[in-house]
């Protein structure tokens, strides 16, 4: 059973827009870390985005200022808004989390199956 459901990808042309979205299910206590890697072909899986359970954020230079991550605490859920994509977006994009399963004490890093992102010019 997966522990982690991605949502959301497809095919776009370059300045659209997509919302990827990732949720984690199971005996969850808590969650620390979140966040999003891509893989293009031919190329290594690159961080994307990331965001703490506090909400802090860090991002790839590449994409700052038209990826926005965020989380909802309650649902177990990630997700990544792109804005004014471009073709080399184009990628798998894989999700991650940081879960610590009840009755444990440290996190265990659990991912998504991937979403393929294409972004025509």
């Known amino acids: 059973q997966r522990q982690l459901v991605e949502s959301g990808g497809g095919l776009v042309q370059a300045g659209g827009s997509l919302r990827l979205s990732c949720a984690a299910s199971?005996?969850?206590?808590?969650?620390?870390?979140m966040g999003w890697y891509r893989q293009a072909p031919g190329k290594q899986r690159d961080l994307v985005a990331a965001?703490?359970?506090?909400?802090?954020?860090n991002y790839k230079d590449s994409v700052k200022g038209r990826l926005t991550i965020s989380r909802d605490n309650a649902k177990n859920t990630v997700y990544l808004q792109m804005n004014s994509l471009k073709p080399e977006d184009t990628a798998v994009y894989y999700c991650?989390?940081?879960?610590?399963?009840?009755?444990?004490?440290?996190?265990?890093?659990?991912w998504g199956q991937g979403t393929q992102v294409t972004v025509s010019s």
């Open positions: 965001i703490t359970s506090g909400g802090s954020t």
């Open positions: 991650y989390a940081d879960l610590i399963r009840s009755g444990t004490d440290y996190p265990t890093r659990y």
């Open positions: 199971g005996s969850i206590f808590s969650i620390n870390a």
